[in-house]
């Protein structure tokens, strides 16, 4: 059975970082980061990229609150999830993203990567997190489906 391609996106104020799926839809690779405003281009640059990778899902990482509740932050994320299913026809998830920043900021710690060369790649690779997690959690819910 074929696997959707997915493009994830890690939504912060000033960048967003993308990853997406193989074209096989099994592992995630961080691809790039967007800057978020201004707000008009950034949607084009998330359709252009979407649409150019044959993307057929687009997940959003929901910075939930530690306590589970949806905050201001996530408040934006499910608008953009909203805008990009009703502008350009996009099936959208989203998938909770807490930590996954600081995971990203984990693995360039213990690569000895330089605070500048860190904020090069934390957003695309925290994308990239999210769209894991998301995979995996697919993977658990396909009961007696083989992923070969």
Do not use: C, N, W
């Not at 104020?13 to 281009?41: F, I, M, N, S, Y």
């Not at 589970?68 to 953009?80: I, K």
């Amino acid at each position: 059975m074929a696997r959707p391609v997915i493009v994830a996106l890690d939504v912060g104020e000033k960048r967003v970082g993308v990853a997406g799926t193989d074209p096989l839809g099994l592992t995630a690779q961080p691809l790039t980061v967007l800057k978020r405003k201004p707000h008009g281009p950034f949607l084009e640059a998330v359709r252009e990229l979407a649409e150019g990778r044959g993307a057929s899902l687009i997940v959003l990482g929901l910075p939930r609150r530690q306590d589970g509740s949806v905050g201001p932050e996530a408040q934006r994320v499910l608008a953009l999830a909203h805008e990009l299913r009703s502008r350009f026809g996009f099936t959208v998830e989203t998938h909770d993203e807490r930590l996954t920043t600081a995971m990203a900021d984990r693995v360039f710690d213990q690569a000895g990567l330089s605070r500048k060369e860190r904020l090069k790649a934390v957003d695309k690779t925290a994308a990239a997190i999210i769209l894991e997690g998301y995979l995996a959690v697919r993977e658990r819910e396909r009961p007696g489906e083989s992923g070969a």
